[in-house]
C-alpha cells in the first residue's frame, strides 16, 4: 500500500469573483523511503497540494478526489482523528526561514510542543523532554544549547534546520517539504538539502519535496512531478524528466537554471566583450561599520558596455560594496571614481553621479510603489533630474526599451496588476530612463519564475549590446554569471578572492572558496563541470552552523 | 540591561523637567487674572489688589516667577491653591485616590472586555457575532460621554445614586463604607467602559486579523493542535504585543480622571478637580494638576518599554 496517495484531487478556491480552480485533478503516490519532487512556479497549485495532505487549506477552499494517508482517506476523518494525525503520521517543513516559526517561543519549547502534545513515548517527564529535543538537535548538526534561543538569534539555515529537527519530532512517516532551500545561500543550502537526504535514508520515511527550482529537486529526488496551471503536466523519474523533458513547460524550467560550463546555457559570445574605457573603478574601498569590517580593500573596475557578476554567499559584503559605489555609503577608506573622476560628495553632485549609474533591487514588488501607476514610477526620475523634453515622450521610449510594448497600454496600470516579470521591466524602465552608462542590478530575477528570468536577463544583454549599458550584477548565483557576465568577481568575507573572466574564474577556479561555491551548487546532470566532488569546506565554524 | 533602564529613566526625567517648564508658559499666557479671579464678586481696592500681587508672587518679571516655581517643585511644593487657599499638593492627595479607584476599575474592566471581545471578533471574523459587537462597540464609543452618563441615570431611576461617592449617614465600619462606594460607583463605571473599550476591541481585533496569516499558525495546526490551544498559546501573545502600548498609555490617563464623567456624577476626583481649577482659573492647581498628568504618563511609558522588553525577545535582542 502507498503512504500517500492523491487520487483525482482537485481544490476550488471561493473567491470574489466566482470560484478558481487551483489543482485540477492530480493524481500521485508514494511509497515509504522514496522521495517525490513537485516542481512549478508560483500560483502552479503545488502549494496547495501539500496543504490538502493535512487539511490545513484555508475554509473557502473546496476540495474533492482523495487523500489517502496510509490508506485512509484524510477528507473523511473526525477532527479528532485529524488532529491525532498532523505532524504524528506526516509533518510538514515550512518555507520556514522566516515566519513559520513563532517569534515569541524558544525553539526548545516548539520542537517539544507536537511530542506534548502526542504522547510521544517517555515525553511524560520534563527531562526527556528536554534530552528528546538535544538528541534531535543533534541529527540536525545543531548544538543543544539552541534550544533556549529564540527564532530570530538564529540565522536562516539554523532555523530551517529547527524546522526539520520540529518535522522530526513524533517520528512520523512522511515529510512534506515546502520550498525548504529558496531564502537560503548555495552553501547552505547543499547542507540542509545533503541532510534531508541523509534522514530520509536513515529513517526510511518518505518525503514529498517541493521547489520552484529544478535542479534542487533534481540532486534530492528519485521522481519528479511538474506542475503547471494546477495539472501535472510531466512525471517520471527524475534522470529522465531533466535529462530528456517533452514538455514544454519542464524544457523551460529546466533552462531557467542553467548549468555551469553548458555552452549551450552561455548566452554571451566572445565579440560581445568590450574592451571600452574603464567606466566605473574601486581602488582600496573599505568598509567599518564600528568594530566590523564589511568590505576589506576591494578593487574592482567596470568597463563601459561590460556585464560584471559580483558573487558571494549573504553576509560577504556584496550589498554594501554597492552602496558604496552607488555613493550610497561613504568608504571608510581607498575611492571610487567614474570616468577616472572621483566621486563628488556634495548632494547635488551625488544627484548628478546617479543620473549615470542607476540601481535595480531584487523584488520589484516592494521596490514599485503599489499607489503609483507605471507612468508615475518612470516619471519620478525624469522630475528628480529635472530632465527637459517632453515627459510622455520620454516615458514611451524607456517603457519600450524594456521591452513593455506597446508602451501607452501600461501607463495607466498599478504594479498590482501587472506580472513579476512585467514588475520587474517597469524598475528597469525607470532606471533606463535617466539614460544611465552603468546599472547596478541586486539579484535582478531571483524573486521571479522560472519562465521569467530568462527573459530578463536577454533584456540586460539586448540593452547592453543596443545602448553600450554596462551592468554589474550582484548575486549568489553561479548560473546567473554563467548566463550573461563578462567578468566574474569573487567575494568572501569582505574581499575579491578571485578575478577574471568567466571561463577563467567558473571552469578552472583558483581559489579554494569559489570552488565551494562551484560544488554546493545542485547538478542535475553528468556536466562537464570540474572539482565537483570532495572539496574542503573551509569555512569558518560559524558560516558551517547556518 | 543596566545601561538602558538608565537611559530610559534619563529621557523621561528630561521628558519631565520640560513638561514642568512647558505648564508654566503654558498657563501664563492663557487669558485671565489670578487675582480678579479671586476677588471676583468682592469689593476691592486698587492698593489690596497690589497686595495681593506680591503676597502670589505674581508682581516679579516671569523668569524670577520660574526660578521660584522650579525650586518649589524640586523640593515637592506645588504652590499653593488660589481659590481653596490650600495646598495644591494636599487637594491632588486627596483627590487622587477616588480618582484611581473609579478610572482604575473602569480602565481595567474596559481593557478586559475589549481584549475578549477583539480576540472574539478576530478569530471569527465577519460573523454575525463579530459585525454586531463591532459595530455596538463603535457606536458607543462616538457617543457624548456626558450625554450617555446622563442617559444611563435616567434609564435605571432610582436604582443606583448619580452623584458623589458616599452618603453621609453610612455607618464608619469598612464593610458598609465600601458597599456604599462601591454602589455610587456603578453609573460613572459603567459610561467610562461603556466609551472606551472600543478602542481596545479595534486593536485588538486588527493586530490578531494580521497575525492570522502568519505561517507560524499553519505550523501550529499542522503540529495537531486544537483551535482553541492555536489562538491561546501562539496568536494571542504575539497579537498583544501591540495593545501592550496603548493600555499602558491609557494607565497614564488614569490620574488624569475622566473630567466629563467625574462632572456630571459629581465623582469627588481630580478630573472635577481640574475641572474647577479651570473655571478659576486657579493657575497653581492647574499647574499641579498638569505636572502629575503628564509625570503619570511619562512613568507609565516607561513602564511600557520595559515590559515590552520581558515580553518580546525581539525587541531585547535589539
Known sequence: ?546 | MIRHLAGKLGGALVSLLFVVALGFVLFRVIPGDPVVAMTRGRPVTGDQLAELRVRLGVDKPLPEQFVDYLTAVLRGDLGTSHVYNRPVAELIGERLWPTVLLVGTSTVLAVALGLWLGIRGAWRRGSRSDRISTGLALAQWAMPTFWLGMLLSLATGNLFPSGGMRYPDTPPDFLSQALDVAHHMVLPCLTLIAVVYAQYLLVMRSSLLEEMHADYLTTARAKGLRDDLVRRRHAVPNALLPTVTLVFLHLGLVVSGAITVETVFSWPGLGLLTYEALTGPDLPLLQGTFVLLSGAVISMNVFADLLYRVLDPRVRAS
Not at chain 1, 41 to 65: H, N
Not at chain 1, 190 to 195: G, H, I, K, R
Open chain 1, 1 to 546: 500500500m502507498n503512504l500517500l496517495e492523491l487520487r483525482d484531487l482537485s481544490v476550488h478556491y471561493r473567491g470574489a469573483r466566482g470560484e478558481v480552480t487551483a489543482v485540477r485533478s492530480v493524481s500521485l503516490g508514494l511509497e515509504a523511503g522514496e522521495t517525490l519532487g513537485l516542481a512549478g512556479e508560483s500560483g502552479c497549485g503545488k502549494s496547495t497540494v501539500a496543504m490538502s495532505v493535512l487539511r490545513l487549506l484555508p475554509r473557502d477552499a473546496r476540495v474533492e478526489g482523495q487523500v489517502l494517508l496510509d490508506g485512509e482517506d484524510v477528507r473523511g476523518m473526525s477532527w479528532g482523528r485529524l488532529r491525532a494525525v498532523r505532524w504524528a503520521a506526516a509533518s510538514v517543513v515550512f518555507q520556514g526561514a522566516m515566519h513559520a516559526l513563532n517569534p515569541v517561543h524558544r525553539v526548545g519549547e516548539q520542537i517539544a510542543e507536537p511530542m506534548r502534545l502526542h504522547g510521544v513515548t517517555g515525553s511524560a517527564s520534563s527531562s526527556s523532554v528536554s534530552s528528546s529535543v538535544s538528541a534531535l538537535l543533534d541529527q540536525v548538526e545543531l548544538p543543544a544549547r539552541t534550544a533556549r534561543a529564540y527564532p530570530h538569534e538564529l540565522s536562516g539555515g539554523q532555523k530551517q534546520r529547527v524546522m526539520i529537527a520540529m518535522a522530526l519530532a513524533c517520528e512520523p512517516r512522511l515529510v512534506i517539504a515546502d520550498e525548504p532551500t529558496t531564502a537560503l545561500d548555495v552553501v547552505v543550502q547543499a547542507q540542509v538539502l545533503d541532510l534531508l537526504k541523509r534522514l530520509v535514508s536513515e529513517r526510511d520515511i518518505g518525503l514529498v519535496m517541493i521547489s520552484h527550482d529544478l535542479s534542487v529537486l533534481a540532486s534530492t529526488c528519485d521522481r519528479l512531478a511538474v506542475m503547471q496551471h494546477g495539472q501535472i503536466v510531466e512525471e517520471g523519474p527524475a534522470r529522465q524528466v531533466i535529462a530528456a523533458p517533452t514538455h514544454p513547460h519542464t524544457q523551460t524550467l529546466a533552462a531557467a537554471f542553467p548549468t555551469v560550463g553548458d555552452p549551450a546555457s552561455r548566452h554571451v559570445t566572445a565579440s560581445d566583450t568590450s574592451t571600452g574605457p574603464v567606466l566605473l573603478r574601486a581602488e582600496g574601498v573599505r568598509v567599518d561599520y564600528g568594530t566590523t569590517t564589511a568590505v576589506a580593500g576591494v578593487d574592482l573596475e567596470v568597463r563601459a558596455g561590460e556585464i560584471v557578476a559580483l558573487v558571494g554567499q549573504s553576509g560577504s559584503g556584496k550589498t554594501t560594496l554597492a552602496r558604496t559605489l552607488l555613493g550610497l555609503q561613504r568608504p571608510t577608506a581607498g575611492r571610487v571614481l567614474f570616468e577616472g573622476a572621483e566621486l563628488p560628495r556634495s548632494a547635488s553632485g551625488l544627484r548628478a553621479y546617479r543620473r549615470q549609474v542607476q540601481l535595480v533591487l531584487q523584488d520589484p514588488t516592494s521596490a514599485l510603489n503599489p499607489r503609483h501607476s507605471v507612468y508615475e514610477a518612470v516619471a519620478e526620475g525624469l522630475r528628480i533630474h529635472r530632465i527637459a523634453g517632453d515627459e510622455p515622450t520620454q516615458v514611451a521610449e524607456a517603457l519600450s526599451h524594456a521591452e513593455l510594448r506597446p508602451p501607452e497600454r501600461f501607463f495607466p496600470s498599478l504594479p498590482h496588476e501587472l506580472s513579476g516579470g512585467q514588475r520587474q521591466r517597469v524598475v528597469i524602465a525607470g532606471a533606463l530612463a535617466l539614460g544611465p552608462r552603468l546599472l547596478i542590478a541586486d539579484e535582478p530575477v531571483a524573486s521571479l519564475d522560472a519562465s521569467v528570468r530568462g527573459e530578463i536577463l536577454a533584456l540586460l544583454l539586448r540593452l547592453r549590446r543596443e545602448l553600450d549599458l554596462a551592468a554589474l550584477v550582484i548575486t549568489h548565483d553561479l548560473g546567473l554569471a554563467w548566463t550573461i557576465a563578462d567578468r566574474v568577481a569573487v567575494m568572501y568575507q569582505g574581499e575579491l578572492v578571485e578575478q577574471g573572466t568567466v571561463e577563467q574564474v567558473l571552469l578552472a577556479p583558483r581559489h579554494d572558496y569559489t570552488r565551494t561555491l562551484l560544488a554546493a551548487v545542485p547538478q542535475h546532470q553528468g556536466s562537464t563541470r570540474p572539482d565537483q566532488l570532495s572539496v574542503e569546506l573551509r569555512l569558518p565554524p560559524h558560516r558551517l552552523l547556518g
